[in-house]
Structures are given as structure tokens and as C-alpha cells.
């Protein structure tokens, strides 16, 4: 059973820094659309930032200038990168990706991850 994997998350000041990390647990053929959300206490989960199918990117405004997306499409991975956190950044990271696990049939399941948690506190 092929499952996303986060890691990267943890406990910062505001204005540090974390990087977060995703990849896929198994053997896939392709991963697409890979991108990050999140959930605060209370409220829906909401896009961060995401590659769009044609490989472009976006972002929430609230993270417009702060955050960097990345991947290593040789290896399903994608990165986020979250400068000058605020506490308003404080949320469970969950990734997602469109996952094709076998070259035929030609067919993308969506994952997600389990999370990880991102608090931001002084």
C-alpha cells in the first residue's frame, strides 16, 4: 500500500524557518500535481502551495513571498519551504499528490499524507 510521507515539521520561533518534505513510501511510475495543505484548529484545511498538472505553481496569498515549493521529479519528492514563519502558519502539512502506480492502466488515484504539524510560538 503506497502512502505519502511527510517530514520536516516541528516547533519554531516566529521568523525561523522549516522545510518540509514529502515522498511517496513505495514504488510508483509517476506522481503528479504534487502539492501542500493545511489545517488549523477549527477551520478547513486550505491550499499552501501546489504544482498544477502542467508543472506551474501556486500559492495562498498568506504564504505569497515566504514560502518556496519544490521537487525532484526523479524521485516523487516534493519540498516546501517556509521562511519568516508566523504564528498564523501554525497547522497540521498534509501533502498530495496524483499517484500513477503502474504504467498501465494509465490511471492517477489522489494521496494524501498523514501530516505533519507545524507549530509556530514564542
Known amino acids: 500500500q503506497v502512502q505519502l510521507v511527510e517530514s520536516g515539521g516541528g516547533l519554531v520561533q516566529p521568523g525561523e524557518s522549516l522545510r518540509l518534505s514529502c515522498a511517496p513510501s513505495g514504488n510508483i511510475f509517476s506522481a503528479n500535481a504534487m502539492g501542500w495543505y493545511r489545517q488549523a484548529p477549527g477551520k478547513q484545511r486550505e491550499l499552501v502551495a501546489t504544482?498544477?498538472?502542467?508543472?506551474?505553481?501556486n500559492y495562498a496569498d498568506s504564504v505569497k513571498g515566504r514560502f518556496t515549493i519544490s521537487r525532484d521529479s526523479a524521485k516523487n519528492t516534493v519540498y516546501l519551504q517556509m521562511d519568516t514563519l508566523k504564528p498564523e502558519d501554525t497547522a497540521v502539512y498534509y501533502c498530495?499528490?496524483?499517484?500513477?502506480?503502474?504504467?498501465?492502466?494509465?490511471?492517477?488515484?489522489?494521496?494524501w499524507g498523514q501530516g505533519t504539524q507545524v507549530t509556530v510560538s514564542s
Open positions: 498530495n499528490a496524483k499517484i500513477r502506480l503502474y504504467a498501465f492502466p494509465v490511471r492517477y488515484a489522489d494521496y
Open positions: 504544482f498544477t498538472s502542467g508543472g506551474s505553481t
